[in-house]
């Protein structure tokens, strides 16, 4: 059964902004993550919030940039993105675990949506 599930993704050129959605079907998850992979490029870590708190972390290269958050009346996880560059081009997924470990790495992230694509052109 698919439990997350993004959406918002397109292509917009340099300066542009984009919301990406994380649809959740599950509560029982402790941290919901975004992860990005560029063409060529290792899967890695965006930002991550806890669904039951405000705490966030980002990766430098989207700090100032992008922001996570969460509604969890609607079950949804946000990352709004601003300000993007060529360089933010890759697919975005989200990820979730049910550990309560505050983890940025991708192995400790069991769930994960099929992701969306993000363009940026010059």
């Known amino acids: 059964q698919v439990q997350l599930e993004e959406s918002g993704g397109g292509l917009v050129q340099a300066g542009d902004s984009l919301r990406l959605s994380c649809a959740v079907s599950?509560?029982?998850?402790?941290?919901i993550g975004w992860f990005r992979q560029a063409p060529g490029k290792e899967r890695e870590f965006v930002a991550l919030?806890?669904?039951?708190?405000?705490?966030?972390n980002y990766t430098d290269s989207v700090k100032g940039r992008f922001t996570i958050s969460r509604n969890n009346a609607k079950n949804t996880v946000y990352l709004q993105m601003n300000s993007l560059k060529p360089e933010d081009t890759a697919v975005y997924y989200c990820?979730?675990?049910?550990?309560?470990?505050?983890?940025?790495?991708?192995?400790?992230?069991?769930?994960w949506g099929q992701g969306t694509q993000v363009t940026v052109s010059s």
């Open positions: 599950s509560r029982t998850f402790s941290n």
């Open positions: 990820a979730a675990t049910r550990s309560l470990l505050w983890s940025i790495r991708r192995d400790d992230y069991a769930y």
């Open positions: 919030i806890r669904w039951n708190g405000d705490t966030t």
